[in-house]
Antibody
Framework: EVQLLESGGGLVQPGGSLRLSCVAS????????ISWVRQAPGKGLEWVSA????????YYGDSVKGRFTISRDNSKNTLYLQMSSLRAEDTAVYYC?????????????WGQGTLVTVSS | QSALTQPASVSGSPGQSITISCTGT?????????VSWYQQHPGKVPKVVIF???NRPSGVSNRFSGSKSGNTASLTISGLQAEDEADYYC??????????FGTGTKVTVL
């Protein structure tokens, strides 16, 4: 059974930093691209970033480019999102999402999410 | 990258068919056959119901169908049921090798 478990969310002040983690199980982690997708309270989905299985390809959405860094450790089946220069508008539930094999960003499994609140 | 445009809400009676539109540009929806649709019930994580414009994942009801014309993709739900009441989001691969979601549509079963 595929499982994605996010952690690291919490309350942080504007301008601060936070690192999210996502531990995966139930599939061969190193062979799949993974995305981060966020959803502000009561709002829609926003794609944040993606990383290929080998980390050779990394992409970011315009709203986080230059502030967020995605990475993965395939030996630990873990995905990370280092977030810096956080703003109030970054407040959201952050989902770790597995990309369906051979697809262009089709998400077939989602974690339960971790809430990040940016506020003073 | 601007969000794809969807109607805020669509409603229908049980048994009817409804269609949700998703409008983008030639750099996303119009340029690739990589449009997906996600269903999200309140308090739940999204679930893909259509991928690559018109393909249904295993286990998804055949009442869900997708299509595309130019820069606009569409999701049709036929034989509307109470369990279909949810938020629906389209998503498209883009020319920047990123993903963009739609603004979301709330489907109400009357």
């Amino acid at each position: 059974e595929v499982q994605l478990l996010e952690s690291g969310g919490g309350l942080v002040q504007p301008g601060g930093s936070l690192r999210l983690s996502c531990v995966a199980s139930g599939f061969i982690f190193s062979t799949y691209a993974i995305s981060w997708v966020r959803q502000a309270p009561g709002k829609g989905l926003e794609w944040v970033s993606a990383i290929s299985g080998s980390s050779a390809s990394i992409y970011y959405g315009d709203s986080v480019k230059g502030r967020f860094t995605i990475s993965r450790d395939n030996s630990k089946n873990t995905l990370y999102l280092q977030m810096s220069s956080l703003r109030a508008e970054d407040t959201a539930v952050y989902y770790c999402a597995k990309v369906r094999g051979g697809s262009y960003y089709v998400i077939d499994y989602w974690g339960q999410g971790t809430l990040v609140t940016v506020s003073s | 990258q601007s969000a794809l445009t969807q109607p805020a809400s669509v409603s229908g009676s049980p048994g009817q068919s409804i269609t949700i539109s998703c409008t983008g540009t030639s750099s996303d929806v119009g340029g690739y056959n990589y449009v997906s649709w996600y269903q999200q019930h309140p308090g739940k994580v999204p679930k893909v119901v259509i991928f690559d414009v018109s393909n249904r994942p295993s286990g998804v009801s055949n009442r869900f169908s997708g299509s595309k014309s130019g820069n606009t993709a569409s999701l049709t739900i036929s034989g509307l049921q109470a369990e279909d009441e949810a938020d629906y989001y389209c998503a498209s691969y883009t020319s920047s090798s990123t993903l963009v979601f739609g603004t979301g549509t709330k489907v109400t079963v009357l």
